[in-house]
């Protein structure tokens, strides 16, 4: 009977731990950093976020209006995947 549990709850272990495993294979990534950008690179719509990452965003834009407000803070970007196919459409 003991060994008959010690199956169950290794196989119970074994189910949990791959299901966890599965969760965490998503094609995303999210980073915590500080935004910043010097006074010339905010007219030209330049931030630095973090060490590892620049990112330019249209002055007037929602963007950047977002990374202007958080300049010297930090936030959380999230980057995945977006769900299904699109076609690309130019804007004028």
Same mark, same amino acid.
């Given at each position: 009977?003991?060994?008959?549990?010690?199956?169950?709850?290794?196989?119970?272990?074994?189910?949990?731990?791959?299901?966890?495993?599965?969760?965490?294979?998503?094609?995303?990534?999210?980073?915590?950093?500080?935004?910043?950008?010097?006074?010339?690179?905010?007219?030209? &719509?330049?931030?630095?976020?973090?060490?590892?990452?620049?990112?330019?965003?249209?002055?007037?834009?929602?963007?950047?209006?977002?990374?202007?407000?958080? =300049? &010297? =803070?930090?936030?959380?970007?999230?980057?995945?995947?977006?769900? &299904?196919?699109?076609?690309?459409?130019?804007? =004028?």
């Amino acid at each position: 009977m003991r060994k008959l549990l010690a199956a169950w709850i290794t196989l119970a272990l074994l189910l949990f731990a791959l299901s966890e495993g599965r969760a965490n294979d998503r094609d995303e990534t999210v980073m915590t950093v500080q935004v910043s950008a010097a006074d010339h690179e905010i007219l030209e &719509g330049y931030f630095t976020l973090g060490d590892g990452a620049t990112v330019i965003a249209k002055p007037g834009s929602p963007l950047f209006a977002f990374l202007s407000r958080q =300049r &010297g =803070r930090k936030v959380k970007v999230v980057l995945t995947e977006a769900a &299904g196919a699109e076609l690309s459409r130019l804007e =004028r």
